[in-house]
């Protein structure tokens, strides 16, 4: 199986950056689509970002978008979120994700399409 291990989460202040990175190892890495999720306590795991194998192809959820951004490097095995702008509502658990390709957004942003989760990174974002 494919192991996930997210890190670079922290306490940060409005309106400040993070660089998450997901550290993977296992089989056939390259092949695996991969997505970031966040959950809130007392609410559901989210979708937030994801990138197909190749890197071209990236989804974000409408609460993020112009503000983070995904992606990967193959060559090191390790998927990045750049979180700029963040705001209070943006503070939860990160969690790195990775699943086979599939077709379009209704794809990328679902829980079920991911295979294999890392045990998340705490993200808190203070006013």
């Known amino acids: 199986q494919v192991q996930l291990v997210e890190s670079g989460g922290g306490l940060v202040q409005a309106g400040d950056s993070l660089r998450l990175s997901c550290a993977a190892s296992g089989r056939t890495f390259s092949s695996y689509a991969m997505g970031w999720f966040r959950q809130a306590p007392g609410k559901e795991r989210e979708f937030v970002a994801a990138i197909s194998w190749t890197g071209r192809s990236t989804y974000y959820a409408d609460s993020v978008k112009g503000r983070f951004t995904i992606s990967r490097d193959n060559a090191k095995n390790t998927v990045y979120l750049q979180m700029n702008s963040l705001k209070p509502e943006d503070t939860a658990v990160y969690y790195c994700?990775?699943?086979?390709?599939?077709?379009?957004?209704?794809?990328?942003?679902?829980?079920?399409?991911?295979?294999?989760w890392g045990q998340g990174t705490q993200v808190t974002v203070s006013s």
């Open positions: 994700a990775a699943g086979r390709p599939g077709g379009g957004s209704s794809y990328y942003t679902a829980r079920e399409s991911y295979d294999y």
